[in-house]
């Protein structure tokens, strides 16, 4: 018989099936639990997709703002993909990967407006708040991206502002109970192509098959936020919109599992 | 200048509450976690692998390569910078030496043993509960060991010898001593020491004394959670 895994999840995928047994338009299991490093973050969750599994943390610091947006402060997104999740990560510098995901999740949150920059003022034009936001994965069983994201927005919604010292001015890391000001939920969702079929929630066998993905962030009001394509195959005009129609679709089932958190 | 109460109303020799569990990370060979109080610290372990770059090979036995991260949230007080610091490198370096000693590489020439340890939160004593992940992580990997590796901190606060140092004892006003100890369980060897602070003799010899009563204590708990995980089998 011939051995050929590529070709046999492309086969399957054909036929409308996948290798986990799920339908193409079926997540796995998710779960969110916020506070998993509360004596140390601002605010931070953990995010289960079946086995994936991702950590995030907010910390907050107090700095000068941009020159151009004395009245603004800002989010900083780090997502590391760390060599203890996967044997496909390496130690090092940030791979591209991990830099292009660190800047899609930062677009999402950003061009949402998820959170109001302007609230994020403590002095105009002297200081503001800077809001950073890593995230890890601690075990990679496909679709990061995605628990990235989910994960991110759980730990803004799990923070609370540290204390600030007018004098010194110092941030003196005792919590405050005032939370962050978030005013929109994006929520991002990656459609692989394989073959001609579009499927969500991928499996690492998935993406090494995918022909190509697009992740794309909603808002309320089948509205749309952010997008990046990945992969080597072109999209038609005809896929993306029904890729975009599957993410608004599939947006429910990772907003109530934010809502759901613990 | 007597230190009379701990925080947390602790026994001076009272380890923190513990939490310990093996396989919780699905894509590696071996993994574990271990809770000590708030300090909460995941291991993973990967290989025998192909030991890259080349000139590091050994054909006459495999490298155990450790590498020790806290998440840039981790900390009490600002966030951490991502990345290689002075301090995390000498703890890996330290992490290595402490459980080289109860494995035998021998049988993998030219190979690499990959440690991963990473902290997800941090309240104190976090290269000693790095180090007892990563044991069990190893353990969970399958490999042959001589021995369990155990660690905890211990040290004078004030004028007291105490067990298992939170943050808040380690940086106690009237100066505090740490000393990080590891030690196998079945022969006491000491794999890891370190010391930072002025003691005297008599209390130096006093608290390594509570590290073994301490370390069989924490074996306790690995223990359990290695026989845990393979309760319904592999």
């Not at chain 2, 007597?2 to 109303?9: A, F, L, P, Q, S």
């Not at chain 2, 990959?114 to 992940?133: H, S, Y």
Request: hydrophobic share 40%; aromatic share 6%; with cysteine.
């Amino acid at each position: 018989m011939d051995y050929n895994p590529k070709g046999f999840i492309k086969g399957l995928c054909s036929k409308g099936e996948r290798l986990d047994g799920r339908k193409l338009d079926e997540y796995r299991n998710i779960t969110v639990e916020l506070g998993v490093s509360s004596r140390s973050a601002e605010g931070s969750a953990r995010v289960r997709i079946g086995d994936t599994e991702v950590v995030a943390g907010v910390k907050l610091s107090a700095d000068k703002p941009y020159p151009d947006r004395p009245d603004e402060g800002t989010i900083i997104v780090n997502v590391e993909l760390l060599p203890l999740a996967s044997p496909d990560f390496e130690s090092g510098p940030p791979s591209i990967d991990a830099i292009g995901l660190s800047r899609v999740v930062d677009r999402g949150i950003r061009e949402s407006k998820a959170l109001n920059f302007n609230k994020l003022v403590i002095e105009k034009g002297e200081k503001v708040w800077m809001v950073f936001i890593d995230i890890y994965p601690l075990n990679n069983a496909g679709n990061i991206a995605d628990a990235a994201s989910l994960a991110a927005m759980a730990a803004l919604q799990d923070a609370v502002f540290p204390k600030y010292d007018k004098k010194t001015e110092l941030v003196t890391y005792e919590k405050t109970t005032k939370k962050l000001p978030i005013e929109r939920v994006p929520i991002s969702t990656t459609i692989l192509k394989i073959g001609d079929k579009l499927l969500v929630d991928p499996t690492v066998e998935e993406e090494y098959v995918a022909d190509a993905s697009l992740m794309v962030s909603t808002l309320e009001k089948n509205q749309v936020c952010a997008m990046q394509k990945h992969g080597r195959e072109p999209l038609s005009i005809n896929e993306v919109d029904a890729i975009v129609t599957l993410s608004l679709n599939k947006r429910d089932i990772l907003k109530n599992a934010l809502e759901n958190a613990r | 200048m007597t230190y009379t109460k701990r925080n947390d109303g602790r026994r001076f020799d009272e380890l923190r509450p513990m939490e310990a569990k093996v396989g919780v990370i699905k894509r590696a060979d071996g993994s574990a976690m271990f809770k000590i109080g708030s300090t909460i610290a995941y291991a993973s372990v990967y290989g025998p692998r192909a030991l890259h770059p080349t000139f590091m090979r050994n054909p006459e036995h495999g490298l155990l390569r450790c590498n020790y991260n806290m998440m840039a949230f981790s900390g009490s007080g600002d966030r951490v910078r991502p990345g290689p610091s002075r301090r995390s490198k000498e703890i890996s370096q330290v992490t290595k030496n402490a459980l080289e000693p109860v494995l035998d590489l021998t049988n993998y020439p030219n190979m690499v043993v990959d440690i991963f340890v990473e902290l997800l939160q941090t309240d104190a004593g976090t290269r000693c509960a790095g180090i007892c992940a990563a044991a069990m992580a190893l353990a969970d990997a399958g490999f042959s060991m001589k021995d369990m590796v155990s660690a905890v901190s211990v040290g004078l606060v004030g004028d007291k010898v105490v067990v298992d140092l939170d943050k808040e004892e380690e940086d106690y006003e009237d100066g505090s001593v740490d000393i990080p100890v590891a030690m196998t369980h079945r022969h006491k060897k000491i794999t890891l020491l370190q010391l930072d602070g002025i003691i005297p003799e008599k209390q130096l010899q006093e608290a390594l004394k509570k590290a073994e009563e301490a370390c069989e204590s924490i074996h306790k708990v690995q223990r359990k959670a290695m026989l845990e995980g393979y309760k319904h089998g592999l």
